[in-house]
């Protein structure tokens, strides 16, 4: 135990929240005839009483303390058994027996699983008692080992709630992160957009506004990259990232307008569509477009150059199926099992940009529809990335629902 007045307070109030202290404290005093008993906690300077059974006006209530060194567990933290201390040849002339007039004592530590000393459990009385006897040290003992084992029960439940709140301020520290990175990094952003939009509008120079228009096709990447790792903090830090499920009528007419974005985002690129989803689909169409998005970028980064990408949708018996392909070197095999994983780029491609998250999210946004996404890649067929949604998602996922990565 430390010596402070919070800690002497808190072990105060664990021995009070031990229900079978009083009764315990009443079966010693009536076996042993004594008519004070105690459970103390004892520190290197004070001894405090901690629970009490007073029959005799002894005058120490819960919660007063003496100075360590008038008691007698000062001397040792053994069990100490004295019938009569007047006579007693190691006893008789202790300042603890004189300053409380003690003539009967007994007392054992209470020591928790892990070595840690808390206190003594202790009876004493003015008049002599037999105590030596083997079943009456034996019968303070097991006391003394049951209150240092529901002291160490509530110690665990301690821990555990305090872990828990712990937990529950870093979830509002993390929430609130990713509230603050989004919010600061969007404003400059937005704001270095709207001026470039008023320059290409007011500018007559050829050279200027094609300046003007890269800076803005930089600004996209450069949201991109914060929305990948919004998503990615939301996914592993937040507790996993939020799909909200609706009845979407047509697919196809939200996938064309992925399809169309990629293209104005990069004009040399070539894209053949076939998305035909003759059905609707319980889905969260946002985070699918996004889905579309990243792997229709990951394949014109990737892909060989001047080749065309191509994007499927379909629904089958059981799943929407969402297929991106694109020809060039293929992916190791070795590297087939690390490509969803986080900042994870594969080395095949000179073209290194991004931070590595597109295809992980692709896969958490998949992963939170309880689907599948899965890739296959040769130097004969090429790379295709295929993400299967079921189709009967709706009756396990109701409402707003939060997908776990």
């Given amino acids: 135990m430390n010596d402070g007045p919070e800690d002497v307070a808190k072990a105060i109030e664990a021995v009070g929240r031990i229900e079978v202290v009083p009764t315990l404290l009443a079966v010693l005093c009536e076996i042993t005839g004594m008519r004070f008993s105690v459970v103390a906690c004892v520190t290197e300077t004070t001894w405090t009483a901690c629970a009490v059974q007073d029959e005799i006006g002894f005058g120490v209530r819960r919660g007063d303390q003496l100075a360590v060194n008038t008691t007698l567990c000062f001397e040792s933290r053994a069990p100490i058994v004295i019938e009569h201390a007047s006579t007693d040849p190691l006893y008789h002339a202790h300042p603890a027996v004189k300053l409380h007039a003690i003539e009967s004592h007994i007392s054992v530590p209470i020591v928790l699983s892990n070595g840690r000393y808390f206190g003594n459990l202790c009876a004493i009385d003015p008049s002599p008692a037999k105590v030596k006897e083997p079943r009456i040290l034996s019968m303070f003992t097991r006391f003394a080992s049951l209150i240092a084992s529901q002291l160490e029960t509530q110690l665990r439940q301690e821990q555990a709630n305090t872990a828990l709140l712990d937990e529950r301020e870093a979830g509002e520290l993390r929430e609130?992160?990713?509230?603050?990175?989004?919010?600061?990094?969007?404003?400059?952003?937005?704001?270095?957009?709207?001026?470039?939009?008023?320059?290409?509008?007011?500018?007559?120079?050829?050279?200027?506004?094609?300046?003007?228009?890269?800076?803005?096709?930089?600004?996209?990447?450069?949201?991109?990259?914060?929305?990948?790792?919004?998503?990615?903090?939301?996914?592993?830090?937040?507790?996993?990232?939020?799909?909200?499920?609706?009845?979407?009528?047509?697919?196809?007419?939200?996938?064309?307008?992925?399809?169309?974005?990629?293209?104005?985002?990069?004009?040399?690129?070539?894209?053949?569509?076939?998305?035909?989803?003759?059905?609707?689909?319980?889905?969260?169409?946002?985070?699918?477009?996004?889905?579309?998005?990243?792997?229709?970028?990951?394949?014109?980064?990737?892909?060989?150059?001047?080749?065309?990408i191509k994007i499927t949708a379909c629904a089958d018996d059981d799943d929407l199926v969402l297929a991106v392909w694109n020809a060039g070197e293929p992916i190791?095999?070795?590297?087939?099992?690390?490509?969803?994983?986080?900042?994870?780029?594969?080395?095949?491609?000179?073209?290194?940009?991004?931070?590595?998250?597109?295809?992980?999210?692709?896969?958490?946004?998949?992963?939170?529809?309880?689907?599948?996404?899965?890739?296959?890649?040769?130097?004969?067929?090429?790379?295709?990335?295929?993400?299967?949604?079921?189709?009967?998602?709706?009756?396990?996922?109701?409402?707003n629902q939060r997908g776990y990565g």
């Fill in 332 to 399: 190791p095999s070795e590297s087939i099992d690390k490509i969803f994983q986080p900042f994870w780029r594969h080395s095949v491609s000179a073209n290194r940009n991004g931070l590595g998250l597109g295809l992980h999210i692709c896969s958490q946004i998949v992963r939170a529809h309880q689907g599948s996404i899965s890739v296959t890649s040769s130097q004969v067929d090429g790379t295709q990335f295929t993400a299967r949604l079921p189709l009967g998602v709706s009756k396990r996922l109701d409402g």
């Fill in 176 to 308: 609130q992160f990713i509230a603050i990175l989004g919010h600061d990094l969007r404003n400059p952003l937005q704001a270095v957009h709207a001026g470039c939009e008023l320059l290409e509008q007011n500018i007559t120079d050829p050279r200027l506004s094609t300046i003007a228009s890269r800076i803005k096709t930089n600004v996209r990447r450069m949201s991109a990259l914060i929305d990948d790792v919004l998503d990615f903090a939301r996914g592993r830090l937040g507790g996993g990232l939020d799909v909200e499920m609706t009845e979407v009528e047509s697919i196809n007419s939200g996938l064309m307008t992925v399809v169309q974005e990629v293209l104005d985002a990069r004009p040399d690129c070539k894209i053949i569509s076939d998305i035909d989803v003759g059905r609707p689909v319980r889905c969260d169409l946002g985070r699918l477009q996004q889905v579309a998005s990243n792997l229709l970028t990951n394949a014109a980064m990737h892909g060989l150059p001047h080749s065309s």
